[in-house]
């Protein structure tokens, strides 16, 4: 009778473990700063299409979505935004599935004002 049950626990435990997506954890950014129309490469675990849904620039209160051009299980590399603000900025991600999450990365990118553009005189 204990046997059974310590299996069915084991069982159970088991099944809430695979039904859990893991979790996407970015851990190092190249370049560390760049301007708009740039690429960053991001790399980190659990980052593939099928956990990370869409990637964002935050200052804690404005969210920018920036355009991802390449992305595997270890890496994201992404466009910096026309519109991305310069500074200091978090990377975020929203998580796929019903339960979609955003999440804050402990990683950060510097947004390097634009060049100056020179008018004629």
């Known amino acids: ?13 088991g099944t809430v473990a ?20 740039d690429v960053i490469a991001v790399t980190g675990e659990n980052l593939q299409k099928d956990t990370v849904a869409k990637v964002y620039l935050t200052d804690g ?18 466009k910096i935004p026309v519109k991305a603000t310069p500074g200091r900025l978090t990377l975020m991600v929203l998580t796929t599935g019903k339960d979609a999450k955003y999440i804050e990365q402990p990683v950060k990118v510097t ?5 100056a553009k020179t008018e004629p005189h």
């Open 18 to 37: 695979l039904a859990q997506q893991a979790m996407p954890r970015m851990t190092s950014v190249d370049p560390l700063n760049g301007k708009n129309g």
């Open 61 to 78: 209160k404005n969210d920018t979505q920036v355009e991802v051009t390449e992305q595997t299980a270890t890496s994201i590399k992404f």
């Open 111 to 115: 947004i390097d004002e634009p060049d």
């Open 1 to 13: 009778m204990r046997l059974s049950l310590i299996a069915c626990l084991l069982l159970g435990a």
